[in-house]
Each structure stands twice: as C-alpha cells, then as structure tokens.
C-alpha cells in the first residue's frame, strides 16, 4: 500500500521582510500565514518545527494505539507532546531533536511493559524514521 499527502507554501518577498502561507491537502491549514518572525523571533503564527512536532506527536500516538492492541491493551487516554528543537550550525539550521513526552491511562498493563511498549513506537513510527535527529522520549503512565 502507498498513500501520498500533500501539503503546499506560498512565499513572496525576501526571508526577513517576506510573507508566506502554508496549505494542507485536507484543509486543515488553508493559507496559514508563516514568515521568518513566527520561525524565529516568537511571534504568533505557524513554522515548519511545529508542524513537524505535530506530525511526530500523533503519528507517534497512533503507532502505540496499535502496539498496545497488538499486545492486548487499550487506552482509556493517551496525551502526547513533541518540541521539536531548531539549532543554527556551521552550514545553516538543522533540526537536531524531537522531544515526545506521553501521558497515558491504559489499564492491566505494568510500567515495565508500558515503557518497553513506547520505546517500540518511538523507533517506529513512521515520521521517526524520518527525522535525522536525536528522539527521546519521557512516557509516564498514569493511574
């Protein structure tokens, strides 16, 4: 199976005084606007990191919803996080981490099991395999 997405930016002007917006195939985002103020001096807007961090924090929750049913558990809830770290380098900016922190309320299921189980889907996940980064994880089970 092959499944493609697609998402779109549209940029005019020049890094500093441009503007821009992004576009995503389901609708989602539709002309968000983006520049290099809401990249990189704080203000509110969207960036390519956070939308990166919202990709690998779902896909990352998805994965564990089927590794956990895999081995017989089902979340009541499970509430993940990524930040996704942007650093300035010799030759440019790269992204160097993506930090996911999980919350999760899954019954019978012990930390040891639990744990092994997020690591699985940390490694695995599809947009993990993509980032060329450090990915850790800090996953706590609650209740």
Sequence with gaps: MKINRSGSAVWSGGL???KGT???QSGALAAHPYGFATRFEGVPGSNPEELIAA???SCFT???SKILGEAGFTAEKMESNAVVTLEKQDD?????????????TIAGIDDDRFQELAANAKANCPVSKLLNADISLDAELLG
């Design 92 to 104: 440019g900016f790269a992204i160097t981490a993506s930090k996911l922190t999980l919350k999760a």
């Design 22 to 24: 992004i576009s995503t």
């Design 16 to 18: 500093k005084d441009g």
């Design 62 to 64: 998805m994965a564990l």
């Design 55 to 57: 990709a690998h924090a």
